[in-house]
């Protein structure tokens, strides 16, 4: 009798547990969606769409201030950060140019969270995380909300680096916040300009996972997502990243891989020990991994290199190509030039998109590594939102606003070019059949009306 109630409860666990997994996978709960890959299965999203006429457009909805997050959703409620300058300085700097400058605005900002309404767009609730001077200053193109919320149903995180990071419930109620000192995420190589921060943070099971590399002591943390416990901190050795960590689960074990230029590699998700690393490629890291089909892929950019890289889940120990390799035993496949240096790489039916900031769009075969079409997108500036994928398409996103279709699979095709009439640098989301961008002034729900 005991074996038979210990067998029903196994099947109970199995069950509830395949069921979480498909509720999650149906959210968007974090930067590029579920595990960031930045894709949907099931879903019925359109190619066609005029923000003039509201042709397809089911909802527009103004939010103040300046921010690059990306909505995240979950069932009805939607979720997006925004830093109100006093000063009413809420521009950017777009296009491709290689300034460094900061923007110089010491005004005191307005640091929010808002919570829509994901059917109507209706504002359901906003708060005030907190209200100051910027501890740091952004750069032209940048925003000091660039880091994308994330959620799990029960709580929703917001970080805005050296400015804070906040827990509150679905209804907006406070649950824990912390503090933290300067956090200048800067370019190793010129300690006097700041930039900003904007990796974002990632809830799995009961922990939350930050990545915080900076021009100090850069560390990787978990918290307990409850009440805000630190549970495990680990240094690392590295320069500024914007980059946001991703986990994934193989074997029964949970790991944590982050982006890097001396410390690329993964962790424990339970210790936060390191399991392996590489280092080498672009010294600007700024796209986060994406893991599929027991592939890591990796890319950066900035100065000699700009490589892709294609790990194996199982590696261990140091894994730095030689100088003159291009795989080795846990290194399935890369290239040396050609990653991108903004835009997370998206790995959809196959095949890996990866789309450079002047519109270059490059597919290889995920497994293998062969270049199946390089092709322009056209002379629209520069490109700095992440594609994400549904229903056989692929959607890039210029920052001038156009937003391309590209038919997804080895043969390149530009279904529909649409214009959002607005600064483009968020990544969208995607949830059931409907896509929602977040542009300079609003959130826009697109879908066939």
């Known amino acids: 009798m005991k074996q038979l109630l210990f067998t029903a409860f196994l099947l109970v666990c199995i069950v509830f547990s395949a069921s979480s997994q498909e509720n ?20 019925k999203t359109i190619s066609q769409w005029d923000v003039e006429t509201d042709k397809n457009v089911l909802w527009k909805t103004s939010i103040p201030g300046l921010g690059h997050s990306s ?19 809420n521009e950017v700097k777009i296009g491709l140019y290689g300034d460094g400058d900061a923007v110089e605005d010491e005004s005191i900002h307005e640091f929010k969270l808002y919570c829509l309404d994901k059917n109507s767009g209706e504002i359901l609730w906003e708060k005030l995380a907190t209200k100051n001077v910027p501890k740091v200053k952004r750069h032209t193109k940048a925003s000091h909300a660039d880091g994308t919320p994330a959620t799990n149903g029960k709580y929703v995180v917001v970080f805005f680096g050296s400015n804070g990071l906040f827990c509150y419930n679905m209804d907006g109620d406070l649950v824990w916040k912390k503090d933290f000192d300067k956090m200048n995420a800067g370019p190793y190589n010129a300690p006097e300009l700041e930039w900003g921060f904007s990796s974002s943070p990632i809830i799995h099971e009961d922990k939350l996972i930050i990545q915080c590399d900076y021009l100090g002591n850069c560390f990787l943390a978990a918290y307990d997502i409850n009440t805000g416990k630190e549970i495990w901190q680990t240094p690392r050795e590295e320069v500024s990243t914007w980059s946001s960590p991703t986990v994934f689960e193989k074997d029964g074990k949970t790991q944590i891989v982050v982006n890097g230029w001396k410390h690329m590699g993964g962790y424990d998700f339970e210790t936060g020990a390191e399991i392996w690393k590489m280092s080498g490629g672009g010294d600007i890291p700024t796209p986060t991994p994406v893991i599929v089909d027991d592939l890591i892929f990796i890319n950066n950019a900035h100065g000699r290199y700009s490589p892709i890289y294609a790990v194996k889940t199982d590696a261990k120990g140091d894994i730095t190509l030689d100088k003159d390799e291009t795989e080795n035993e846990s290194i399935v496949w890369s290239v040396k030039r050609g990653g991108a240096y903004m835009q997370t790489p998206l790995i959809y039916d196959g095949y890996l998109y990866n789309l450079q900031g ?37 959607y890039l996103c210029s920052e001038q606003g156009d937003v391309f279709v590209v038919k997804a699979g080895p043969e390149f095709q530009i279904i529909e070019h649409n214009k959002m009439n607005d600064v483009l640098m968020a990544s969208p989301a995607i949830n059931g059949n409907v896509l929602y961008f977040r542009t300079q002034k609003s959130v826009v729900a697109v879908g066939a009306k």
């Open 71 to 89: 909505p995240v959703i979950w069932n009805d409620k939607m979720f997006i950060s925004t830093a109100i300058s006093s000063s009413g300085d």
């Open 24 to 43: 999650y996978l149906n959210q968007w709960p974090s930067f590029r969606g579920p595990f960031a890959l930045g894709f949907v299965e099931n879903s």
């Open 358 to 394: 002047n519109g270059s769009l490059s597919v290889f075969n995920a497994t293998s590594g062969e270049l199946m079409y390089k092709e322009s997108l056209g002379s629209v500036g520069g490109f700095t939102a992440s594609g994400v994928a549904a229903d056989g398409k692929v």
